[in-house]
């Protein structure tokens, strides 16, 4: 079946690094991505989403990639700081009501 | 602005005992409601969605049932729970398809 996988399971970068979390979808008919990040013993939040008619995206500090060729997804992160340390989803929707999220990765953030 | 509350935040219940778990939104009306549950150091896995009041579309056979007795109302039920049904469970809504979802803070149920 559909299924949304990540490359690195954990990553850990120094403050002030930039991160890139990366995500792969098996889905072609997939059209909306999104990304959420999750604090310990809290509910997914929202980082940023992209429809598959763009192949970039930007926010405050995090930009997500879209490549539709290889099916790949990525999130990235600006001068990444402690409080971004979470875990990391991605997560696909090929129309429909149906969100189906990735594994995770954890972000480490060191001082 | 909207909100979404989830309760209770945790739970310990008997094997065999019924569940109850309930979800409201504050603020928008006629949401599509999701009910999530996530096992230790996984992703979502989606339980059930509602479009609208009475209705629920089932994702995996199991051990439980959801209902929508309101429009802004979603509750997660059980008649006998198992071991296996130990997780975290988090409710959704979105207002489309084509939108994001936004998560209530879950509840951490513990069968045992």
């Known amino acids: 079946g559909e299924s949304v996988g990540l490359h690195l399971p954990t990553l850990s970068v120094q403050e002030g690094d930039n991160s890139i979390i990366n995500c792969a979808y098996s889905n072609s008919a997939s059209d909306y991505f999104i990304w959420y990040k999750q604090e310990s013993g809290k509910g997914p939040q929202f980082i940023i989403d992209?429809?598959?008619?763009?192949d970039k995206r930007q926010g405050q500090r995090v930009t997500v990639l879209l490549n539709k060729t290889v099916k790949h997804l990525s999130l990235q992160i600006a001068a990444t700081q402690p409080g971004d340390s979470a875990v990391y989803f991605c997560a696909e929707r090929a129309g429909g009501f149906k969100t189906i999220f990735g594994a995770g990765t954890r972000l480490f953030v060191k001082a | 602005s909207q909100t979404i509350h989830q309760w209770p935040a945790t739970l310990v219940q008997p094997v065999g005992s019924p569940l109850s778990l309930e979800c409201t939104v504050e603020g928008t009306s006629n949401p599509n409601l999701y009910w999530y549950r996530q096992a230790a150091g996984r992703g979502l896995q989606l339980l059930f969605y509602s479009v609208g009041i009475g209705q629920i579309s089932s994702e995996v056979p199991q051990n439980l049932s959801a209902s929508r007795p309101q429009d802004r109302q979603f509750i997660l039920s059980s008649k006998k729970l198992l071991l296996s049904d130990s997780g975290f469970y988090l409710c959704a809504w979105s207002r489309g398809s084509d939108t994001e979802a936004f998560f209530g803070q879950g509840t951490r149920l513990t069968v045992v």
């Open positions: 992209i429809r598959s008619n763009m």
